[in-house]
């Protein structure tokens, strides 16, 4: 099964705000997206590239509940899990 990792999340954060840095370590990835500078628009931009590259289609209702990396990473996970 594929894994959705840290550094894949990281990556498409770093390109959907190009001069963003982007630091996931274990002590801000329950930081929520907006306190990490990502507006709602950047966060639907983040959404759409994690399912135009994984061909994961996340759930709207997790899309709205999502607000931190630690939690965007377990939603894609258990989506990718449920196309196996």
């Known amino acids: 099964m594929p894994e959705f990792t840290v550094g894949t999340?990281?990556?498409?954060?770093?390109?959907?705000?190009?001069?963003?840095?982007?630091?996931?370590?274990?002590?801000?990835?329950?930081?929520?997206?907006?306190?990490?500078g990502y507006d709602s628009l950047a966060v639907l931009e983040i959404v759409a590239r994690i399912n135009q590259e994984l061909g994961a289609r996340l759930p709207d209702e997790a899309i709205e509940t999502t607000s931190?990396?630690?939690?965007?990473?377990?939603?894609?996970?258990?989506?990718?899990a449920e196309r196996i």
């Not at 990281?10 to 930081?31: F, G, H, K, Q, Y």
């Not at 931190?68 to 990718?80: E, F, G, H, I, Y």
């Open 9 to 36: 999340l990281t990556r498409i954060m770093r390109e959907c705000v190009r001069d963003a840095e982007v630091d996931l370590s274990a002590d801000r990835i329950d930081t929520s997206f907006e306190e990490l």
């Open 68 to 80: 931190t990396p630690r939690q965007a990473l377990a939603v894609v996970n258990d989506a990718l």
